[in-house]
């Protein structure tokens, strides 16, 4: 039997706690900035100064916390406190790094650099990326155009006609096996196959497609079979209660539904390959020439110049090569906005 | 125009799992029949195989004969695709195109199937169906809007006048309300009543009270014992069902006592 005390105890559980002021995180902040100030002046180095700083943030403040709120409190103060700094430590190096490369390139830029290649008919004449331009657009371009049906097909054969046979099965081990292939492996796989075909010192940006096709198709499977997965079953039933043929259901019904994400996973996966320098040193050459002609001549590309660029190593050369950074992180930056508007305009719409 | 169904000796497998047996029955061209029964004794297995839709399950078969308009649905040479453009289904859950508009909702069979079509035709089609379905006062001024808008009965709605819009012999309809308030339920209702002089309507329900609302015919499936296969217990005029079941189980059932 409980007592009628015990009862009332237990009846009256308080909902107030004593808590922190609302400013605790900001004050514990304050004081962990001016003790890595303070460890500036007297000589230590910035990057332990900012570390001890955040180290005595976190401690500090789950400290304080663990006498006025509890246990409880402290921890959710600590997590808190984590998780701002592991998002930190993931943001800051890519900030620093777009900001580095606008601060040093964006100067570069202007007419003469976006119009003029490395090839002068007079000594004087000035210089510009505009080969490695064109030849980064017609190399990943061509690159998108043999990947984007081979693995947008291949993911369809997936999940729409392979589901889960032993055909399948194989064909997903082994595209998981082609994504961690090095790039340098997937230049090599295109020189030999092109030397093999048209013989020794073959060198054209048409190589160059293959071998990043190589690297982006199994991204594109991926992306594309994880969408079509993602595509409900009641839609392809509702197709085919309606008389349509399986084919025209892949092509009217799902394909469109999973556009919108199958176009990121196209974009994210032509991202991922427009930095590629390796492969393309070995199969499509480097030249000062605009080479309009992907199956002829070498073709120079953006992150092969940069690295020619940063062997020479002198001043002019620096500048182009921060100019050229530049350019193709816009171009890049120019792609996932794209992806971004695309898949908005083809996401099904509600309401 | 509507039609019969005759049904000899229909088992249904999953794999290896027969999971209806020896199912016999006859359904009336322009009638409404019900299906009931307790979950998993195969109803909605037995009316998914009455448009070759079961068989979209990997591994899935249908043995018997399914005879609509003189002609085996399962016969040598008989195209699943031709077979479902006769038989139309409407499904439990609401399932517009997401990426379609209400107007290209209604028209997707038409669309999917046929290609082109004139846009006064197309226009008539629409409206035809969707005044079928019961829909068209709510939607008239929002046919370019997207079908998902709508409300969960609304959309129910919506695919009933997709289904009717390609103008099928028979509907099946499998547990169409059972995601739908009352009052959608009730709309749903009074258009199977309109629909059956023009469709030979199948319908599974979980509600018996809707199975003796709507339904002239009902068939009460049961299993024989769990993990045994479901079966047909009893075919019968839904008044004679619901009044003197020939069976005590049907009884049982009916009445609350067991399921």
Request: proline share 6%; aromatic share 8%.
């Amino acid at each position: 039997m409980t007592t009628v005390q015990e009862v009332q105890e237990r009846v009256h559980i308080p909902l107030v706690h004593p808590r922190l002021p609302r400013t605790a995180p900001v004050i514990v902040a304050g004081i962990a900035v001016a003790l890595g100030l303070l460890l500036l002046v007297l000589g230590m180095g910035l990057v332990p100064a900012v570390v001890i700083a955040a180290v005595a943030h976190l401690v500090v403040l789950p400290l304080w916390s663990v006498f006025v709120e509890g246990r409880r409190g402290a921890t959710d103060r600590m997590m808190t406190g984590l998780i701002w700094a592991t998002f930190l430590v993931a943001v800051v190096p890519l900030v620093s790094l777009l900001w580095r490369v606008v601060a040093k390139g964006a100067g570069r830029i202007d007419g003469t650099f976006l119009s003029y290649s490395f090839f002068k008919t007079q000594v004087d004449q000035p210089v510009g990326i505009y080969h490695a331009i064109i030849g980064t657009l017609i190399i990943t371009i061509g690159a998108a155009v043999i990947s984007v049906p081979v693995g947008v097909m291949a993911a369809i054969y997936l999940v729409e006609y392979g589901k889960k046979n032993k055909l399948a099965k194989a064909i997903t081990f082994l595209v998981d096996v082609m994504t961690g292939i090095p790039s340098i492996v997937a230049g090599l796989f295109a020189f030999a196959v092109f030397t093999l075909v048209f013989g020794p010192a073959y060198v054209s940006g048409f190589g160059g497609s293959v071998a990043l096709s190589l690297l982006m198709i199994p991204i594109v499977v991926r992306a594309t079979e994880e969408m079509l997965m993602l595509v409900p079953d009641d839609l392809r039933e509702a197709a085919y209660a309606l008389g349509t043929p399986k084919w025209k259901t892949i092509v009217r019904i799902v394909l469109p539904t999973a556009l919108g994400g199958i176009l990121t996973g196209i974009t994210l996966a032509t991202s991922r390959v427009i930095g590629e320098t390796a492969p393309l040193l070995l199969i499509a050459g480097a030249t000062d020439r605009t080479n309009m002609n992907p199956f002829d001549g070498a073709m120079t590309t953006l992150p092969v110049l940069i690295y020619g660029q940063n062997l020479r190593g002198d001043a002019p050369a620096e500048a182009i090569a921060w100019g050229a950074a530049f350019i193709l992180i816009i171009i890049v930056m120019v792609l996932n906005l794209v992806a971004r508007i695309v898949g908005k305009i083809f996401a099904p719409k509600k309401g | 125009m509507s039609k019969s169904i005759d049904v000899s000796d229909v088992n249904i497998y999953y794999g290896d799992f027969l999971a209806v047996q020896g199912v016999n029955m006859s359904i009336r061209a322009g009638a409404v029949t019900a299906f009931i029964g307790p979950s998993g004794c195969g109803k909605s297995t037995f009316l998914r195989s009455l448009n070759r839709m079961h068989e979209v399950i990997p591994g899935a078969r249908v043995e018997g004969k399914i005879v609509v308009d003189g002609q085996d649905l399962y016969g040598p040479g008989v195209d699943p695709v031709a077979v479902r453009r006769q038989v139309g289904m409407v499904f439990q859950r609401p399932n517009p195109f997401p990426t379609m508009s209400i107007y290209d909702n209604v028209l997707a069979g038409l669309k999917l199937n046929a290609g082109k079509l004139k846009k006064s035709e197309a226009d008539a089609v629409v409206e035809k169906s969707l005044r079928g379905a019961n829909l068209w006062n709510e939607v008239k001024d929002r046919l370019n809007k997207p079908g998902m808008g709508l409300s969960g009965g609304q959309q129910q709605r919506l695919c009933i006048a997709r289904a009717i819009a390609v103008e099928p012999q028979v509907l099946l309809m499998d547990e169409p309300c059972s995601a739908l308030d009352p009052i959608s339920t009730s709309a749903i209702e009074d258009l199977i009543h309109e629909l059956k002089d023009e469709f030979t309507i199948v319908i599974v329900t979980h509600n018996m009270q809707q199975a003796a609302r709507v339904s002239d015919d009902t068939g009460f499936f049961n299993l024989k014992a769990t993990g045994e296969p479901g079966h047909l217990v009893e075919f019968n005029p839904t008044k004679k069902m619901f009044a003197n079941p020939d069976d005590p189980s049907t009884e049982a059932y009916i009445s609350g006592r067991f399921g």
